[in-house]
């Protein structure tokens, strides 16, 4: 496809330097093959600041000025697809391996956190909240509370209003949408989660390689289809920190695509198809 001449084109020198620049900020890998696509998906950045070359803008984004830009520049790189419920077998793996423990953790009213890493719109976290109040509803009153974080400033607006259009609901059961959601005012095609929700997750920007402000440990971590943006090289920095940030016999999940190479060199076990537990030799690991 030809592409207009008026509309500004990005060369291999401006490439480079974006992506040079978007992988020191935030990890992202980008090749010279996804250069029509960061071209395209760009160019509404360089309308926001009102400037005609790609030349001009990567030299903004790379200045002191620049550094709120770098935000807006890895949201626009970033594709924000997400969906409720999805890979069922994570959940399940919650029901079974987790849930026990989370009951007895509500008795002794000791905490329950959990993290969803890159949680996009807020569709993962509030799936992990419906999931596990609706198989217990004592811990809404627990001390229980679900993280989701993501490096993007625009997803992280909408999954704090925590409404979603009916389309974005497929994947919920009419059971959950009648008990965890509620209907926007008049509105026929929106739904916001319920207090219940809302009340046990909140919503961080955070850049994964940035430093982490996170106090308490995580029985499970979610960071679905986020590794595939980053080299072998930038994963291997997130394994141990994950691995720092379970609490003993914790869960990491990962997308379906994604696998941690040498699991037992980062502190890893297989669990099951993308399910990741932390070693630690003073578990009981026949339980």
């Known amino acids: 496809m030809r592409q207009s001449p008026d509309l500004p084109q990005l060369n291999d020198e401006q490439f480079d330097a974006i992506a040079g620049l978007a992988y020191r900020e935030s990890g992202i890998k980008l090749v010279r093959e996804k250069k029509l696509m960061v071209q395209s998906r760009l160019r509404h950045r360089l309308r926001a600041l009102n400037l005609d070359a790609f030349s001009a803008y990567a030299d903004h984004v790379a200045s002191e000025d620049g550094a709120s830009e770098r935000r807006f520049m890895i949201s626009a790189l970033t594709t924000n697809v997400s969906q409720f419920f999805r890979e069922a077998h994570h959940f399940k793996m919650l029901s079974d391996r987790l849930m026990p423990m989370f009951r007895q953790r509500i008795e002794r009213h000791e905490r329950i956190r959990i993290w969803s890493a890159g949680c996009s719109k807020g569709q993962e976290p509030y799936s992990i909240a419906m999931h596990l109040l609706r198989l217990e509803p004592a811990l809404a009153t627990a001390n229980f509370k679900i993280l989701g974080t993501d490096l993007d400033p625009q ?74 943006y980053f080299d072998q090289s930038k994963q291997a920095q997130l394994w141990p920190r994950f691995k720092s940030a379970l609490s003993t016999a914790g869960l990491l999940f990962l997308g379906h695509s994604e696998r941690i190479l040498s699991p037992n060199a980062y502190g890893f076990r297989s669990a099951g198809p993308t399910t990741y537990i932390k070693c630690d030799d003073a578990f009981d690991w026949s339980k």
Do not use: H, Y
Request: proline share 1%.
């Open 155 to 228: 997803v992280i607006t909408q999954a704090r209003s925590a409404e979603f259009n009916t389309s974005e609901l497929n994947g919920v059961s009419e059971d959950d949408l009648n008990t965890f959601t509620i209907a926007c005012g008049d509105s026929q095609s929106r739904r916001r989660m319920s207090d219940v929700l809302t009340q046990v997750v909140s919503v961080k920007e955070l850049n994964l390689f940035d430093d982490w402000p996170m106090q308490f440990a995580f029985d499970a971590i979610f960071c679905r289809n986020v590794m595939i």
